[in-house]
């Protein structure tokens, strides 16, 4: 079973930091694309971050260029999003979604992910 599963939210103060983790089972995490997207209370799902199955291939919203960092661990399984500096505006939902194949990860749309996590929520509040 294809299964994607994200770890690490939590409440965290404006200007701190958090890490997540989206573990994979039943697929072989290099040869997949894996994106990061969040949704806030309202709002439509938005992609954050992702990274092709050729390391080196990654792409940051502009919202979140400079203070998060995407990479991954094949002998792992896991993707991480490295979160810093992070601000109230970055609360939300945050999901992982994977797609088999090469392509390069920015130009992958959000609906075509077809392996979606569970979410883990992130709340940035003092």
């Known amino acids: 079973q294809l299964r994607l599963v994200e770890s690490g939210g939590g409440l965290v103060q404006p200007g701190g930091s958090l890490r997540l983790s989206c573990a994979v089972s039943?697929?072989?995490?290099?040869?997949?694309?894996i994106g990061w997207f969040r949704q806030a209370p309202g709002k439509e799902r938005e992609g954050v971050s992702c990274?092709?199955?050729?390391?080196?291939?990654?792409y940051y919203a502009d919202s979140v260029a400079g203070r998060f960092t995407i990479s991954r661990d094949n002998a792992k399984n896991t993707v991480y999003l490295q979160m810093s500096s992070l601000k109230p505006e970055d609360t939300a939902v945050y999901y992982c979604?994977?797609?088999?194949?090469?392509?390069?990860?920015?130009?992958?749309?959000?609906?075509?992910?077809?392996?979606w996590g569970q979410g883990t929520q992130v709340t940035v509040s003092s």
């Open positions: 979604a994977a797609l088999y194949g090469s392509r390069w990860c920015r130009y992958i749309w959000r609906d075509e992910y077809d392996i």
């Open positions: 990274i092709s199955s050729s390391v080196s291939d990654t």
């Open positions: 039943g697929f072989t995490l290099d040869e997949y694309a």
